[in-house]
């Protein structure tokens, strides 16, 4: 089995929040404590609400932010203590597709021009080598030559997706962050990229970050799936079994109100109550447990764990106490 290209371990991020100009800064941790694995090749997936840490862990692995806290290595290279050299080979390692297609491409440049930056700072090419190289990877991403001379408001969301993907592929990365890269798009266009990215993984050997609410995406690419909930991983493990199998009450809740094509499935729905809380003051102990319907006392004062389960892995006291009634090899919330 190949290394990891990425390892993670207590990975943390926090944030300094203004409370006015006579109070003390408020600590806001968006992550706590990550720690996972990524091997060449292969998607995890990162899921969970608004405000779980998801986007924030993507920005750490892209290096877009430095870690509070934790360690992070990516192709065996320590990234806290790189140096300049390593930092620019893992820059060119690690490429990042962003959510919305419509901001993330610069409007007052041409096609070409968007895809040639990458080259000219970070490479020593001619200008007729990197136009060969946006041409052909234009190709790859099935747009056409004509395009390289173009703006971005002359392509619909889905072609300037393609485009932000070219970009992305243009250094030749190992690794690509997706930050929700289908969810401003069509539902038809989505299934295009989606088709792309893996046509594109195949062919790369890519191992793709990606970031999603969207489980009825994340179960057709991921190998491995990791949930969060308020910054920290409550549950993780490989994709066939936790949707098979889904241990955590949050996960349960997650893929309960995920819709389904088929008419006759019956939906058991789970539904949480209560708001996320704040991640300035969350709760003691789990920090699911104000809308968990398994908690009781020892939720409230201990945080739990993650142990294995059923094939994956789980931070809840109701499961290591066997409290709960999970049925091995069926999907909670249809029967």
């Known amino acids: 089995m190949s290394p990891p290209l990425i390892e993670a371990r207590s990975l943390s991020k926090i944030y300094d929040v ?7 800064p408020a600590a806001l941790t968006a992550v706590s404590e990550a720690s996972f694995e990524l091997r060449p090749g292969r998607t995890l997936a990162i899921v969970g609400e608004s405000g779980s840490g998801k986007s924030t862990l993507a920005r750490l692995v892209s290096m877009i932010e430095e870690p509070s806290a934790g360690q992070l290595g990516i192709g065996g290279i320590d990234v806290g203590g790189a140096s300049p050299a390593d930092r620019r080979k893992l820059r060119r390692m690690v490429q990042m597709v962003f959510q919305n297609p419509y901001g993330s491409l ?3 440049h041409k096609i070409g021009a968007i895809l040639e930056e990458p080259l ?6 001619t200008a007729s080598e990197r136009r060969e190289r946006a041409h052909r990877i234009l190709k790859q991403v099935g747009l056409r030559p004509e395009h390289y001379d173009r703006y971005p408001h002359m392509f619909s969301g889905g072609q300037r997706q393609r ?3 070219a970009r992305a592929l243009i250094l030749e990365p190992k690794i690509i962050v997706l930050d929700e890269p289908v969810s401003a798009l069509d539902l038809s266009i989505q299934a295009q ?4 990215l893996a046509e594109l993984q195949e062919q790369y050997g890519l191992t793709y970050l990606f970031i999603s609410h969207a489980l009825s995406v994340v ?4 190998s491995e799936v990791m949930v969060m909930y308020l910054g920290r991983v409550v549950e993780m493990g490989p994709a066939a079994a936790l949707f098979a199998s889904p241990q955590h009450p949050y996960t349960q809740a997650l893929l309960s109100a995920t819709p389904v094509a088929d008419p006759r499935a019956r939906r058991d729905r789970v539904r949480l109550e209560g708001e996320v809380p704040s991640p300035v003051n969350p709760p003691s102990g789990c920090a699911f447990h104000p809308r968990c319907r398994y908690a009781f006392d020892r939720c409230k004062v201990e ?8 094939g994956t892995s789980a931070a809840c006291h ?8 999970v049925k091995a090899g069926a999907v909670v919330g249809y029967r």
């Open 18 to 24: 203004s409370r006015g100009m006579f109070a003390k």
């Open 106 to 108: 610069n409007p007052r």
């Open 120 to 125: 000219v700072i970070n490479t020593d090419q």
């Open 163 to 165: 485009i932000a993907i």
């Open 193 to 196: 990229i989606l088709n792309l």
């Open 219 to 222: 179960r057709h690419v991921a």
């Open 303 to 310: 945080r739990p764990a993650l142990i294995g389960a059923r």
């Open 318 to 325: 109701a499961v290591e106490e066997g409290r709960m009634r």
